[in-house]
């Protein structure tokens, strides 16, 4: 009980932080669902994310739930993190930075049974958040129109994750979630003409669904102290139980009368099928290497849309496409065992590349390139030296031709709260 009630503490600060925030500002998350969270946490950031064959007792892994059996039965986890961003978007010869800050997840993991551990958190699926506006002069005459472009929002994703060895070296796992939020973009376009109407389109979702997620990882023993961990996950698409919704509102100019039309689409919002394999190499506990791959099936999915011929809003097939994500990482601790503070800190870098999962005006959208670095920092008391504060440094790359080029620094900060807890003290 104790467990609980202080995770769920601990866990409804957290949300009330997140959704407090929006996370982005970058104009890409106008399409589809928004950006794309990697769900990964601070002590895998460092690794550009990798995550199927990380297995610890000392980390919440919750993108591969299989993790959880790993945790011992003294322990009780808190891991929570959060970011701050400085992105430059340039497109032709402008140039502008922008600036965000976002507490980005909250997770807690502990045992239930022998071999048998328990997860719950918080993460960010998707985050829409931008402002911009683009003018034009009208025809060959003096008066600007001006098109304004804003939105905001994004899906959350809280989650109860159970991991079981079912034999030595191989585990199963299952995340159940909720997954909830809203999207609102709106596009208004103005002119100094007072006889140019004025028309406003607003596109709204709200969801309030599940999501599920499988992991497998398969532990072999290659040395005296060498490991090899094989993961794999498989997460369920389906559709997300959301109406999404266009009002148009056009103010004719000559006679002050304003018209509004709303259309929605019952049941068009979805999530796709994700599957992922790799593994990690671990040796003498000193050394952690690996490599994933993650398919999203994106291309399977639709998405509601305005069609630029008939001029309705229904659902397209045409421009979700299938997304495709590889990561290389590692971790290092020069001598874990050692009395020198700077021998126990863990040093970690990775790089990842990620295909775009949309289209833009019938061409691919953004790719996404990351190179990352970061430091686990041992956090010593009088008692124990387990918890961990955790720092990742990310350059983010994101770029389609002839349309705004993103490059962001992301530091990330969270700190793995690891205490035995739950341990019997004996006075002699």
């Known amino acids: 009980m104790k467990k ?52 610890s007792g000392n980390q919440v892994n919750m993108q591969n739930p299989a993790s959880y059996s790993a945790v011992d039965s003294l322990s009780m986890i808190f891991d929570a993190g959060v970011s701050g961003q400085i992105t430059s978007f340039k497109e032709g010869g402008s140039k502008i930075n922008g600036k965000t800050a976002n507490f980005e997840y909250a997770t807690a993991l502990f045992r239930i049974f022998p071999k048998f551990g328990a997860s719950i958190g918080i993460v960010p699926y998707t985050n829409v958040g931008y402002s911009y506006s683009t003018s034009q002069i009208i025809g060959t005459s003096s008066y600007i129109a001006t098109t304004t472009h804003e939105g905001e929002g994004g899906f959350r994703q809280a989650y109860l994750g159970l991991g079981y060895e079912l034999f030595k070296g191989f585990s199963l796992g299952v995340n159940a979630s909720y997954l909830w939020g809203e999207y609102k973009r709106s596009v208004t376009m103005t002119a100094t003409d007072i006889y140019v109407n004025t028309l406003s389109k607003t596109y709204k979702a709200e969801v309030s669904s599940y999501k599920l997620d499988f992991g497998a990882q398969y532990q072999q023993k290659l040395g005296k102290n060498d490991f090899l961990t094989i993961g794999a996950t498989f997460g369920l698409g389906h559709k997300l139980n959301s109406d999404p919704s266009l009002s148009v509102i056009n103010m004719d100019a000559q006679t002050g009368v304003t018209g509004i039309t709303i259309d929605s689409i019952y049941n068009g919002l979805s999530i796709p099928m994700t599957i992922g394999a790799g593994f990690a190499y671990n040796h003498n506990k000193s050394l952690i290497v690996g490599a994933d791959y993650q398919l999203q099936r994106w291309g399977s999915e639709e998405f509601p ?124």
Do not use: C
Not at 16 to 22: G, I, K, R
Not at 26 to 37: A, E, K
């Open 305 to 428: 849309m305005v069609n630029e011929e008939t001029d309705e809003y229904e659902l397209s097939k045409d421009f979700y496409k299938d997304r495709h994500k590889v990561t290389v990482g590692a971790d290092w601790i020069p001598n874990p065992m050692s009395r020198r503070f700077l021998n126990r800190v863990h040093y970690r870098i990775g790089a990842s590349y990620a295909t775009p999962y949309y289209k833009i005006h019938k061409q691919d959208g953004p790719k996404e390139i990351t190179v990352s670095a970061g430091f686990g920092i041992p956090l010593v008391n009088s008692w124990n030296n387990r918890s961990v504060l955790n720092v990742s440094f990310q350059w983010v790359n994101q770029s389609v031709k002839n349309l705004v080029t993103e490059n962001s620094f992301r530091v990330t900060i969270g700190l793995t709260f690891n205490e035995r807890w739950f341990a019997k003290w004996k006075v002699d």
């Open 4 to 55: 609980l009630l202080f995770s769920s503490i601990f866990l409804g600060i957290g949300t009330l932080s997140m959704l407090a925030q929006s996370g982005t500002k970058s104009p890409y998350s106008q399409y589809g669902l928004g950006i794309l969270s990697d769900q990964s946490q601070a002590f895998n950031r460092g690794m550009s994310g990798l995550f199927q064959g990380l297995r």
